[in-house]
């Protein structure tokens, strides 16, 4: 009997810390199993599943008294990812597998009572950590090995089964790393199977989802039922700039945590756009649970976010969302733990401006008073809406436009000035952690965003008859920057400010009874 030692990883929000579990069989006493080290629900269960696996693929353990310890033990350790090491580290222990064959392996994944192994969630942040502690290889489920094989610089092996991955340990049998299939990089031929060209009419608002979309700013609709809010907000996908290879690793990351990635484990290629219903809870939407996982806004991480009838949204849930629109990420706190997920997604919303729908239509009564609508706007509070850049009217369309064959504007066109106005801001924000306008703050916007003093004049005047609030002129500054990009202007002019201010509709009382 011998002690032995295997390697793998416990998840913290994004992140994986390596975890060293030991394996010690002893004749004396009557046999028993104890498991030690902060182990939670599913990685307790894990010695009913591993011991069937092990009788059912022919592995037999003397009787011995076995002692488990999952070390650090002050890092809680759950799922079933720990069924293989486990297994492995009792093989090993009980000298059936020599203890060197096992060294410098990472391992993980699930097993079932057959000994086949199963996939598990999370395997992209192990990976990384494999990499970065120098591992030997990655033995995982071969349902999880394309995912692993993104992180250059590591052997990732795909197994189907627990003596499959015995004789590989053993020399018995061998395999070859699994190798990347570059063609994940390419978006699906079908990724966007949508197309502002469909969309007849609201070249307005056409043109704030360009901002919006040239810049990273938040956007919100408002206009009455069936005036093309929705319509307008699934097609902004179409026109946003193709995922990095960084931002596709930090994208893939959250969604391999959350356990949403594809069957196969592929890259995410496309930007996320996740429409959470307006029942949804604050955990739902932050993120949270006794160990907390990613909410919607980190599925949204570097993606849209769109929030359809946001003042049904309930107020506490509308409340959280200040952080992480702020800072880009968002930090859960738990008794046991506080973690961090990413949160860096484009917020787009829609609202009617009243409850009936139809306050300020020319073409359908309003029924609610001058008290109610107030009091419908009122569940939107100020602060929550200086966050929104871009506060645009989306009246009903006319007729005339609906007869049209298609709209004036596609996708494609939308998506070049865009891409033109991004590369603009690449070369401004060289050599600084700034990718778009709309996280310029404190000096840098003094510095990126000069407008004279004509331009001060006229925002001086803007702010004494609007009232805006210190948050709200930042905001004009920095729509007034992608403005300028999108003119192909070095120079923010007073016209560009104009449009800006245009944009903030709230604050301008657009509508008020």
């Known amino acids: 009997m011998a002690l032995s030692r295997v390697l793998s990883a416990a998840l913290a929000g994004v992140e994986a810390h390596t975890i060293v579990l030991e394996c010690d069989l002893a004749r004396q006493g009557m046999p028993s199993f104890t498991m030690v080290g902060l182990a939670e629900g599913a990685v307790r269960e894990s010695k009913e599943r591993v011991f069937a696996a092990l009788k059912n693929r022919g592995f037999k353990l003397p009787p011995s008294r076995i002692t488990v310890n999952l070390a650090p033990a002050d890092i809680r350790k759950e799922g079933s990812a720990y069924d293989l090491p486990l297994a492995l580290a009792l093989l090993s222990a009980a000298e059936i597998l020599p203890a060197s064959t096992l060294t410098g392996y990472f391992l993980a994944g699930e097993l079932s009572l057959t000994g086949e192994l199963k996939p598990v969630s999370g395997i992209l942040p192990l990976a990384i950590r494999a990499?970065?502690?120098?591992?030997?290889?990655?033995?995982?489920?071969?349902?999880n090995a394309q995912e692993a094989s993104v992180v250059k610089g590591l052997d990732v092996f795909a197994i189907s089964s627990l003596d499959e991955a015995v004789r590989f340990l053993a020399g018995e049998?061998?395999?070859a790393p699994v190798a990347f299939d570059d063609s994940v990089l390419a978006p699906p031929a079908e990724a966007f199977p949508l197309d502002?060209?469909?969309v007849k009419g609201q070249e307005h608002a056409k043109r704030a989802i360009e901002i919006a979309a040239a810049g990273g700013h938040n956007l919100l609709f408002m206009g009455p039922p069936g005036s093309g809010k929705t319509m307008l907000a699934k097609r902004i996908p179409t026109v946003l700039p193709p995922l990095t290879f960084d931002e596709a690793l930090e994208v893939t990351r959250v969604y391999s945590v959350a356990g949403e990635l594809a069957r196969g484990g592929r890259l995410i290629t496309t930007r996320p756009f996740r429409s959470p219903h307006h029942t949804i809870s604050d955990a739902g939407l932050i993120g949270g649970g006794g160990v907390p996982r990613p909410g919607e806004v980190s599925l949204a991480h570097r993606g849209v976010l769109f929030l359809d009838e946001l003042p049904e949204?309930?107020?506490s849930v509308l409340e959280v969302l200040r952080q992480p629109i702020e800072d880009?990420?968002?930090?859960?706190?738990r008794a046991a733990v506080s973690l961090t997920y990413p949160a860096d997604f484009m917020l787009v919303a829609a609202m009617n401006?009243?409850?009936?729908?139809y306050h300020g239509d020319e073409r359908?009564?309003?029924?609610?008073?001058?008290?109610?609508?107030?009091a419908y706007r009122s569940r939107l509070s100020g602060p929550l809406l200086d966050r929104i850049d871009l506060q645009v009217e989306v009246p009903a369309?006319?007729?005339k436009d609906l007869k049209a064959d298609s709209g004036r504007v596609d996708s494609a066109t939308m998506r070049q000035r865009v891409l033109a106005a991004r590369d603009v801001q690449a070369t401004r924000f060289a050599g600084t952690r700034i990718l778009t306008n709309s996280q310029l703050s404190g000096k840098a916007l003094g510095t990126f965003c000069p407008i004279g003093e004509e331009g001060h004049r006229f925002l001086e005047m803007a702010n004494s008859r609007l009232g805006l609030s210190a948050r709200a002129h930042t905001r004009i500054l920095r729509l007034g920057r992608t403005i300028a990009d999108l003119d192909s202007s070095a120079d923010i002019r007073v016209e560009h400010l104009a449009e800006a201010i245009n944009y903030r509709n709230l604050d301008r009382g657009a509508g008020a009874s």
Do not use: D, N, W
């Not at 401006?353 to 729908?357: K, N, Q, V």
């Open 131 to 143: 990499r970065q502690e120098g591992a030997r290889g990655l033995l995982l489920p071969a349902e």
């Open 173 to 175: 049998q061998s395999l």
């Open 196 to 198: 502002f060209a469909e």
């Open 313 to 315: 949204f309930k107020k």
């Open 328 to 333: 880009g990420r968002v930090t859960i706190a």
């Open 353 to 357: 401006p009243c409850p009936c729908g």
């Open 364 to 374: 359908h009564p309003c029924t609610c008073t001058g008290a109610k609508v107030r």
């Open 397 to 399: 369309v006319p007729y």
